[in-house]
């Protein structure tokens, strides 16, 4: 019989998620399963809507990314209505998605994912936080993050029409020109957003890969899984967030395929297990072979680091020369095909956050340039009939996806998406495994360290549970219950003391 | 103006757009009867971002849903930010890729913003929030008006 270890992740929502980890007799783990709670209806809730409502509405179901939300809607609309945006159009949703991701990915470096490193990963709860990031590196930095945070806000509000929840997408268009003073306050912005990524990669060189313990936490096994990569590129197989084709590169770093995002179902299958709500998708032409890596498993990630392992270079100077640093300190030999072998450590995903980073800002700052940017007609009128569309951007946290199906009025007759974490669930229910087999060996549990390793693990993926769920975030606090053989509980770590 | 009052949660799950709802609540009484620099917003984040939203006010009053099974849904509570530490708090208060809202009002203040030192949150309990929908069940709704009437007793009691 196997013994079971409970850690459970409890929002304030019915039904909560559950990291599960089951011991064999010997008292080693056998497995890992993540759960997390489904909500409810929401096919049905679009159903029978009219599908220029989706930009609105899908931007809703998550607080963290409702601009990639907005994106992928309005390409879907795009799609949906036989309408190309102008080049023009493109490049005013391009700039402004930059603007998103100079603002989430600095978040996530500097309170979620960096404080493992910054502040140590053994460090106190109470210390493990944006407030123990500043008094580490000191409160001109946190400043500059919070600066950082704001102006990019302010873009997003500029150009997405409001504070939170943009409103500006519209099928084949953006519902607001720039004019030529905004565009230059954009312009100096994404200057001050290079510096700061710049700044930023430096960071992660002085605290992180100068530091050898951590530098060898990198590098450990325990955070290593040789999957698929996934990610958008651009015609030239290049690094982009907006708009592209997929690539899928192998273990190795052999391209496996590369599709229209609107083929999306001819590569991607989604498994689903007895015990979670989540469905897990995997490549379709490698089959499942359950919570494995390796060539031969169709498990893939969707994340920063698969997006430049699937890539021939960035598209912008200074991220190409942080891309090729990236690989050359990890040990990656150039392949015959040009591309660097994939990198594997999961922990360097917080390193491949800061390139792209770097890439976003000085894509913003191209954008920002662009004499196209001015152009007052981005809003074509729409007279055709829709059918069926598919939208597809790189979220942060991995390629999104949404498709709608109408009748002729453009009411909504069918309505899926794959958001960016679900990509990466089979994955992070391996990470967690691994990460949970270090710290318990014939039936001894470390409970010391357990929890913030196990967070660690699925930290770099920066999981969006509510968003999976089509939900809005709140708290997680971990509850770790292990059990012995006759599931008794044998030991209780929390991470909230009230709970 | 002075006065925020940001009403949270996503009014496309069913209860949990009580902190919305009741602040289109507040908005149309004060639409009526106004009180000088006093602002409604709504906004669905937590942690950092709530934080920012917070900056160059003397005074935020924050309404939220609550779930919280030791009382019925509908029950309307005043909280402060001492008691989100002792508690479970309320649904939108954190943001589970940056911080708890206490967290976050901490880095804020580290860094010299200007942040208000008087924070209230009223939260209302709630029943269902994993259902897509645009309609409260009936003991959240019958709250509304209840929630809204005691964050505009607020506002008056404190601004005369």
Redesign the interface.
Known sequence: MMQRITIDPITRLEGHGKIEIFLDEQGNVANAYFQIPELRGFEQFCVGRPAEEMPNITNRICGVCPEAHHMAATKALDMLYHVEPSPAVKKLRELFYMAFYCADHTTHFYALGGPDFVVGPDAPKAERNIFGVIHKVGVEIGRQVIAMRMRNHHVIQLMGGRRVHPVAGLPGGWSRALTDPERAEIEAIARQNVDFALFSLQLFQDVVLSNPVYKEMILSDAYMHRTYSMGMVDAQNRVNFYDGVIRVVDPNGNEWAKYHPRDYAQHIAERVEPWSYLKFPYLKQVGWKGFVDGPDSGIYCATPLSRLNVSDRMATPRAQEAFEAFYETLGSKRLPNGRYQPVHYRLATHWARLIELLFAAERMLELAMDPDILDPDVRPVVNTVPDEGIGCVEAPRGTLTHHYRTDARGILTKVNLIVGTTNNYAAMAMSIKKAAQALIRNGVVITDGLLNRIEMAFRNYDPCMSCATHALPGQMPLVVTVRDAEGRVVAHISRNEDV | MTTRIIGL?????TD?GVGVLTARAVQEALAAHPLPDVEV?E???????LM??MVGYRRVVLIDA??DDSLPPGTVCRLNLSDLE????P??????????LP??L???R????DLPEDIVIFAVTVGN?????ETLTPAVLAAVPQAAAAVLAELRARSS
Do not use: C, M, Y
């Open positions: 949660g996503n009014p496309l799950l949990d917003i906004a669905s984040v937590g942690g950092l971002r920012e939203l609550w779930k002792r508690r479970r708090p649904q939108h208060l954190a943001s589970a890729h940056d911080a708890t967290t976050a901490a880095a804020g580290r860094l010299g913003l929030v994993i259902d897509f929908g």
